[in-house]
C-alpha cells in the first residue's frame, strides 16, 4: 500500500511496524530519514548484535539471500530487523519474482526494510505490482523548484526559528535542491542559535554564506527589474566567488521566475488584480511581487523569449554547442539576452 512520508513517520513514531518497507525514488533524502528511524526505534538498544542484518544489493544474487535471513527468529528480542541497501544492483526480474512467496506469508516477527534509491522497479512486471500491493510502498520523488522554498521555511520552523517567505527563497535559491545539503546548512543555523531566533539576511551571510548582495536571488530581482548594472556586478562576484552561483543555479531561479510570469499573463486580467488569488497561485507574497514586478518589463511574449533562451543555456552549459565559453561569459550573454 502507498504511504506518504510523513504517514510513515507516525506509525514509526507510535510503534506501528510493518513486516515489509519498500522504500523507492530519485529523492535519496526521504529514503534516509525513514531508515534512520527504523534502526532507532525497531530493536531496542543492545539488541542489534544478534537480531539486525545490513546487506547490499551488489552482495547477493537475488531476494533468495534475503528470504533467508527473513525466516530467522529473533533472539531475545521481539523482532528482528533485515535492512536491504542498494536494492537497485538487482536489476533483473527473475531476481525479484522468487519474492513473492515471502510477500504472501511475511513472517510477523521481522521488519524487512528494502532501500531501492534513484531508480524504480518496472511496474510492468507483477512482481512490482505485488510489491506495492502487499508492502508499506514509499516513492521518493524529487522535490519540485517551486516547493523548495517552502519546505526550507517548514524545515527552519520546525528547529523552533523565525524566518519570513524572502529569506527562505533565498537559503533555497542558493543552495539548490539537493535536500541532504540544505539540511546540513540548516543544521548550522541550529548548533549556533537559540530557540526563536529570528532567520534574516545577516544570520544568513554568517553561518551559511550566502552574500547579502551578490547571490542567485539578487540576480534574480535585478533581472526582473532589467537593471543591467546590478546583473552584471553579481555575475563578476560569482566568477570571482564559484560556489556564490553556478549558471545551473542561476538557470533554476530564472525558470521559476519566468515560468511563474508566463503563468500569471495567462490567469484573466481580474485574477491579476486579485493580490490573494496570486498569493495562493504563485507560491506565496514575494513569488506574486516578484512576479507582478517583472510584468512591468516583460510581455508574455518576453517570457515565453526568456524560458526559450534558458532551455538553450542549460544546454550549452553542458557542452552543447558551447564554443569553449566560459561561465561568466555564458551567464552574461543569457541575461543580456533576456533583458534585450
Known sequence: MNLSFQQIIKDLNEKKFSPIYFLTGEEPFFIDEIEKIILSSVLQPGEADFNQSIVYGKDISG???????????????????????????????????????????????????????????????????????????????????????????????SMGFVINGQHSSTIADNIGNNLQIVINELEKLNAVLPIGAVIDADIIEKYIGVSKEYNVTELSKAIQNRDIAKAVQIIDYFSK????????????????????????YHFSLDERRNDTFLRTALGGYYAANDVKSASRYYSLQKSEQAIALLTEYDGRSKGIQNKNMKERELMLELVYRIMN
Request: hydrophobic content about 45%; some cysteine.
Open 241 to 264: 566567488n564559484p560556489k556564490s552561483g553556478s549558471i545551473q543555479l542561476v538557470i533554476s531561479v530564472l525558470y521559476i521566475l519566468f515560468s511563474k510570469l508566463w503563468l500569471f
Open 63 to 157: 531476494m533468495g539471500d534475503i528470504i533467508s535471513l527473513c525466516n530467522q527468529y529473533p533472539v531475545f528480542s521481539e523482532r528482528r530487523l533485515v535492512i536491504l541497501r542498494e536494492a537497485q544492483a538487482l536489476s533483473r526480474k527473475d531476481q525479484w519474482e522468487i519474492f513473492e512467496s515471502y510477500l504472501n506469508r511475511p513472517l510477523s516477527s521481522t521488519v524487512l526494510v528494502i532501500l531501492f534509491k534513484h531508480k524504480k522497479l518496472d511496474k510492468r512486471w507483477d512482481i512490482t505490482k505485488k510489491i506495492m500491493a502487499d508492502s508499506v510502498f514509499f516513492e521518493s520523488a524529487k522535490i519540485k523548484d517551486e516547493q523548495l522554498a517552502p519546505w526550507v521555511k517548514s524545515q527552519i520552523e
